[in-house]
């Protein structure tokens, strides 16, 4: 189906016309730049093919009837009905959707993933990728995506504590070695400690509602009328989230190598199964703040240290490869990932015989 740029309806709220401000020829980086110069409201979903108001697509998609052309001449009847018709597309095919959805920010942090480095810009940037996300969501799911976000948030969040277990003895390693050789806090570090809360807040809710909210759903509402029983509709989720969660923390990792593979394999399977805690307690709240929280928390406990206790000329990287790794270090870091597996595995059991026992996964697969 062919799709020209959608229309704009920014200036109804004294917003700056995007059409101006952005061309079809941009790349991922600019949009996100001119993102930020733009209506704080304005999220671009794809760079090639959507420019949408997210305040107005919410109206629209709630009311159509009422977005008519004579009510706003700037909307012609062919650019109304192209409209329409992405949005009732789009609508009905949820999975095509959460793909989309998927890739975008996938691509996005592909090619933002060097100024994604421990600073404000950083935090917007992922803020801004998480109301992408937001917007993908919405579509598959509309206002049911976020109606039940704040359910059972302290009882979540005190559920997900066990997956601390890796970041809290790397943090506390991290604090005995720079006390053994008296490193002295980094000039600067309370400003650094604000941006990088913000930041990793950021990863979180970013990393939650793509990974979580709009992977689940997408591939819940597309089959959830099918013939698939529904064991096997819950497993199909389940094994989408950890190949698709895992594999994007390989994006811009070198597989040049057999070692490297091998650690991109393994690398899949420790992040994707340590995700499935948090697909778990989705399904049992749907609370996707208290799950981006702890998200967050895991990244940020890591990073942390490094951050206060930074010297000169030290430079913090978000760009990690997980697979390239010194031959000297290859066989440790092999053994801290299976390590992980194991025990995020003990974690998955604990969770599903306590916590998911009175989950109606019927009922979800109904009224979700």
Not at 9 to 15: N, V
Not at 68 to 89: G, H, Q, V, Y
Not at 142 to 165: C, I
Request: aromatic share 12%.
């Amino acid at each position: 189906m062919h799709l020209r740029k959608l229309p704009e309806f920014a200036e109804q709220d004294g917003m700056e016309n995007s059409h101006e401000k952005h061309s079809r020829g941009d790349c991922p980086e600019t949009v996100i730049k001119k993102l930020f110069k733009g209506a704080s409201e304005e999220i671009v979903l794809t760079s090639a093919l959507f420019h949408i108001n997210l305040t107005k697509l919410k109206y629209y998609i709630k009311q159509p009837n009422k977005f008519k052309s004579e009510e706003n001449p700037r909307l012609s009847i062919e650019e109304e009905a192209e409209m329409k018709a992405a949005i009732d597309f789009m609508k009905k095919q949820p999975l095509i959707t959460g793909l989309i959805g998927v890739l975008f920010v996938s691509l996005c942090v592909r090619y933002l993933g060097p100024r994604m480095v421990g600073n404000l810009e950083a935090g917007a940037i992922r803020l801004a990728l998480a109301l992408a996300a937001s917007v993908f969501l919405y579509l598959v799911s509309r206002e049911k995506a976020f109606e039940k976000s704040n359910n059972r948030t302290g009882y979540a969040m005190l559920v997900l504590l066990p997956t601390l277990w890796f970041p809290i003895i790397g943090c506390i390693s991290k604090f005995v070695e720079v006390f053994k050789e008296g490193t002295p806090l980094a000039k600067g570090w309370l400003p650094a400690f604000i941006i990088v809360t913000f930041e990793y807040l950021c990863v979180g809710l970013f990393e939650e509602v793509t990974a979580r909210g709009l992977i689940n759903d997408s591939v819940l509402y597309q089959l959830r009328d099918s013939k698939m029983s529904t064991k096997s509709l819950f497993w199909t989720i389940a094994i989408a989230d950890v190949v698709i969660f895992g594999a994007v923390h390989l994006i811009g990792s070198d597989f040049s190598s057999l070692s490297a593979v091998g650690m991109g394999i393994v690398k899949t399977l420790s992040s994707g199964i340590g995700g499935l805690a948090f697909l778990f307690l989705y399904w049992k709240t749907r609370n996707l703040w208290a799950i981006s929280i702890i998200h967050g928390l895991y990244d940020y406990l890591i990073e942390f240290p490094n951050i206060i206790f930074m010297q000169a000329g030290e430079v913090v990287s978000n760009t990690q490869d997980y697979v390239n790794v010194t031959d000297s270090l290859a066989t440790a870091a092999l053994i801290v990932q299976v390590v992980t597996i194991v025990a995020d595995i003990f974690i998955l059991l604990y969770i599903w015989k306590w916590h998911m026992k009175d989950v109606d996964f019927e009922e979800i697969r109904r009224t979700w």
